[in-house]
């Protein structure tokens, strides 16, 4: 997504260079637990194998700053843009999603060389200063983005993909989720004119604006987040069987995916385990709930008498400072579908696929998490998946009318 | 969908009588132009049998206001209650709705006796002031807005069985489209705070409420309607293959469905026809566009430089008077996902299912249709169907944010 | 089918004009109980409407008899060829099979007025001795043994229809299963050369022949039919729980689609019943069992240490007058593949497609049922059907090996 | 399958051992030349990832061997048996088979652990010539029979895999087609009774008892086998556009599978290729046709005014020594459908469910391929599959009644 407009303030040569390095490196980081076999499965339509992950992100800078921007640049394999293009129509004809772990060959290894040809010429691109025109520092910065953006799915597809494997291999055999932050009441907002979106300097995707003023409140929001405690109670209380608490859609979800438990979860010799980045564990109480679609957000809302917040609700509350783990442990869903900003217009050309024409059939999740690469986050970032989807780190704060 | 509040100046019994003879006597006469075979199929899912919609508009008056309120009613037949539940998960166990054009018997006879049955009963009931409580009252207008949506579901059903029939049947071959209304230019609406929703007497779904404050404009909305002579330069521009003019999930549907041209429309020797209520006719190019689905309405929007209004714009620039068409010729597609208004929350019992649980995945549309029941529609009115829907009478009216 | 040859003895002008009578009179006697509402639905893809089967055996005689060999014939409308067209592609375009239930216009009036139509020119043409060639006769008599095919298919999809409509309607209320005939013990066959399939006089279809010798025995073949009684004690024993007794394909299908008793068996407070044309009646112990599978058959002979016939096994034996209940009760499932008999080939043009194109994934059935029209059956009758299913009148016969 | 009886002459321990120590190498050596990333994947659910095959053909050894018959056995992990049986409904629950390509982890390294930890306590159980008893013998030989069956499809799965891979990857970049055996005319079968199926020594499946009598011809086999030459002109005499030349399901095949040619082959600038063992080639006219489905091979000969022959037919024609390519090149398609001999009974327990199950809907190959294990092929095998599969080594060879 383009930023809607050139950013100003535009990081210098150094800087730029400096950032590309830094997040390609933690790419491969978050890659090197990994074996090769680990990495080239796909375990649902929706996910993607890590090489992928790692190969589209490469492919990006290649087709968009290095192929129009680098000059003399000799394109790595020509084949490698039909195998990981993702969905840029208007960058040609692409490798089916559903069957990208299939690719066995390019090997792992010609993927990391792929990788290592790319950063070469980038770094060349990026030493030179009078090179780095604003438009070419903006296209690296939006290529920076999206590759944290796929940091955060390689996370959450190999998540996803070893939560199946009935033998529940551990990503990180150290890793343990952590108590939510304790947090009580509200956070109460009175009726106001508030502009929501994003404004000024720094980069935004071209979904996050225009920025607008909206009428918010009054309305609370929750400080704290929900938990798994508050969530075994939903679930002790029938929660996952009662019709009446659920959407239409959700209910007709639950039944055909014989959902009983947040995703990942487990019930092992009556007790519920939860298959984490660091292997199957028995689940924390106090750790906020996790791997919940919105269908299930809502019911629990419902079941607890309470609402979400709207998107623009989410966006003044925590601009107030007062929301415990905003940031940083589960992205939160709000009420509000992904539609655009009065105005919005996507940019033209390839990368105005970005975001706008996903602007159906999906919620808006606010915040960030756990997965979420460093600097990623800020308080006017939409994030939006399908109420069916709960394979990301995906959790809830609630909302009240009469707070 | 009960009303929010006891309907304040709810009819007395004779007026209440007199509306409930009126309203069931049109359903009827829907009904008279079509046979026993024409009213036994359910040419998909979404769709129903005319039989299907006279029974279960009868089953409502049955299940919801003579078993509780009338003494000593005697139940027509206890199996129709099986067959002719809708969705209500609250009053018992349901025919697969997929397959209620399997039911030749009973037969169309006995679903007039049946009507019959009950109208009497409901004649006897209303004949007596004492009995008609305010919850009597609002139940049995309930029942008759209930029965007014199936009215127009009755035409809007059996058009698409007749479409699909390569004979093109009519259900009245007198019938013709009339030109839209012209209107050119904008209802401009600055900045402001306006409160929607519905607000006093009279009958409103829970869905319109509660009635809250909301930020309107700047925003321009069309005076007039998408007519058909517009939708054929989209057309000959090459709209359907486009895929940059559309939302990611519209251009899939037009892939898998083959969409090329509005619903019910069929090319015969180089002409547009479209099958309408007065069987396969020359497209008439001053007609409003209609049969399009949410997608073909974003599609038409973004290739024309404009968007569709929000169901808030929608209802502020009504309010002006100043729309051309707002009611009685097509609905209008907003840009507003179908959602609750905030601090709805749904009534307990079945009738609570009636709004509350489809709020997801559907788009609002607003206004009324050629095909719209007399007094059924409203300003404040929030009609929704899935984006992919096309077999209503659906249409676009434009918004421009630089108007 | 085409005969092999031209049927040698073909019958004469008025011997055929009055089976032609005869037979299109036993149409619509089976039609007449059947409202106008029972006979436009299409209850599963492989079924068709009474009225589809109506015309549609009257569009054969329109197109292959009075079409090329009635001079002067005047097509009743054009636009029926296209709805009633099965599958024959040297015919032309076709309606969608699966969609046959949506076509209530034509009405069954006007189908009836088709049929009378051709009724018309039929029997001009066949009052006319000179116009009688052999090759007419020969595809009148295919239009005759088509037409008793449908007719069974009439009571068959109708039973189908009718067993899906919790009401369980009755085509003829005083229809009752009567026991199969009493017969012990088995027809014993040594090893011998016999010659199968159609041979001298008569009308066979195609796939009867070439008649040819083959090797049967020694092999004993049950003289009576299996039973209800047999077929509760299966059930009792948990035949159908029980994964060794299947073949793979069965078992799966077991599982998808819920079987736990023959089709349209339902089991009313404890009691199992069958919908049957005479309605919803308790299982009768000592009437063969119907509605069964090839996987069923097949699971049950396995279970009760048998084996069933072959094809050849079950002519040979039949040849020999002792089974009872061969024709007129049930077809009888045999474990030979529906295959062509060495050196078969199916004729030139569309009546070439009347049987070979269907020779793959179906299991042969020998005899006849209750439902087949009187004349139709003979000692090489070869039906077909795939070995799921079950909605024909299809029972079982055991074989033995160690007899 | 167990041998239809105890193996007279079954091998002595020392023999036994060697064949072991044989066949397990053979496994690895055809897994040596792929990648862990290309032994992960599953490219469909018809086939199986390489690592799968390797482990899942040593479960077998440790669940149907040591467990039983190795005192003192320690099983390498009990995790395994839930991964790696296949089928066997009586040795336990299983891992979904179309999700077998998910497993990344045991690792292909564990799985070699696996394979030593079972070869070495089968090096010590067959080295004891005191524990060789006739009934361990059986089940070890059956053992090393199917591991030649996975062998086999580790090479057509992978290969599966290969060519829906863009890049085309080449197992073994050497490999290359040759020609088929030039050889003209047909073996004239006279009509005759012959002895059909397994007897005397040496090891068979069950399916292939009991041996038994039948009559076959006059019928004449071709000599040799269909070319890709001859299957060219089918392809430019627009074989597979022409739906009078197909069975009704193979014609829905073509349609809905796309299929133009034969299996792997990709037009590329106008000329045909072929994925094959080395990778995408120019296709070779006088090498056999390769990868067709038994659909295809019935259109061709019918197109060629020809049938398939009858396994009978193939039997005692290959057992007079004068077909070409009878083994070795690519299994043959015949007419006959998969189905039991006269009498054929499964054995009990788990082995009897290895062929007897399968015996519906699935035609019988005869003779053997290139992919075949050393050893493996015999003149009474059978090998059979859906008439649809086409990932296989399969080809087409002809048969005339008029010959
Ligand atoms: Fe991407
Ligand atoms: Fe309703
Ligand atoms: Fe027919
Ligand atoms: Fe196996």
Same mark, same amino acid.
């Given at each position: ?18 950032? #590309? ?38 492919? @990006?800078?290649? *087709? ?19 195998? #990981? ?8 004809? !692409? ?29 060349? =691109? ?22 944290? *953006? ?48 994003? !404004?000024?300097? /720094?980069?935004? #995707? ?14 609370? +929001?929750?400080?704290? =987040? ?18 009446? =608490?659920?959407?239409?859609?959700? @209910? ?13 979860? !487990?019930? +092992?010799?009556?007790?519920? %385990? ?16 996790? %791997? ?14 309470? %609402? ?23 992205? *939160? ?10 105005? #919005? ?10 975001? /706008?024409? @996903?602007?159906?059939? *999906? ?21 939006? @998946?399908?109420?069916?989807? !709960? ?6 704060? =609630? ?5």
């Amino acid at each position: 997504p383009p930023a809607s407009s050139p950013p100003p303030g535009s990081p210098a040569a150094p800087a730029l260079a400096d950032a #590309y390095a830094r997040v390609r490196a933690h790419t491969e980081a978050l890659a090197a637990p990994l074996s090769a076999e680990d990495q080239v499965i796909q375990s649902m339509p929706d996910a993607s194998p890590t090489k992928w992950h790692r190969a589209h992100t490469t492919w @990006f800078f290649e *087709q968009f700053v290095l192929v129009p921007h680098a000059p003399g640049y000799r394109v790595f394999d020509e084949r490698l843009a039909f195998l #990981y293009n993702s969905y840029y129509l208007a960058a040609g004809p !692409r490798h089916a999603r559903p069957r990208r772990g299939m690719i066995t060959r390019p090997s792992n290894a010609e993927v990391a060389d792929y990788r290592a040809h790319v950063d070469a010429a980038m770094a060349r =691109l990026l030493a030179d200063p009078a090179a780095l025109t604003p438009a070419l520092a903006e296209v690296v910065t939006i290529g920076l983005n999206h590759e944290q *953006q796929h940091q955060e799915l390689i996370l959450t597809d190999i998540l996803h993909a070893f939560a199946e494997n009935p033998i529940a291999p551990a990503y990180d055999p150290a890793w343990r989720w952590r108590p939510a932050t304790p947090a009580d009441g509200m956070v109460s907002l009175p009726e106001g004119i508030h502009t929501i979106g994003h !404004r000024g300097d /720094g980069f935004s #995707y071209d979904n996050e604006g225009p920025a607008h003023r909206v009428l918010v409140g009054p309305v609370g +929001i929750a400080r704290g =987040l929900v938990t798994n405690r508050d969530w075994l109670a939903f679930m002790a209380d029938g929660g996952y069987a009662e019709a009446a =608490l659920w959407l239409s859609d959700g @209910f007709a979800a639950v039944q055909a995916e014989g959902w009983q438990a947040p995703g990942h979860w !487990r019930e +092992i010799d009556g007790q519920w %385990h939860a298959v984490t980045l660091g292997g199957s564990q028995p689940v924390e109480p106090d750790a906020p709930v996790c %791997h919940v679609s919105y269908y299930e957000a809502d019911a629990f809302a419902r079941w607890a008498g309470r %609402h979400l917040p709207s998107e623009a609700e989410w966006e003044v509350a925590a601009a107030t400072g007062e929301l415990a783990d905003a940031f940083g442990v589960v992205w *939160q869903w709000t009420r509000s579908a992904y539609l655009p900003y009065p105005g #919005y217009r996507a940019a033209d050309g390839a990368l105005g696929e970005y975001n /706008g024409k @996903f602007m159906v059939n *999906q919620m808006v999740l606010r915040g960030s998490s756990l997965a979420t690469s460093p600097g990623h986050a800020r308080l006017t970032y939409r994030n939006f @998946f399908p109420p069916s989807a !709960r394979w990301q780190f995906t959790g809830v704060r =609630l909302a009240a009318f009469s707070a």
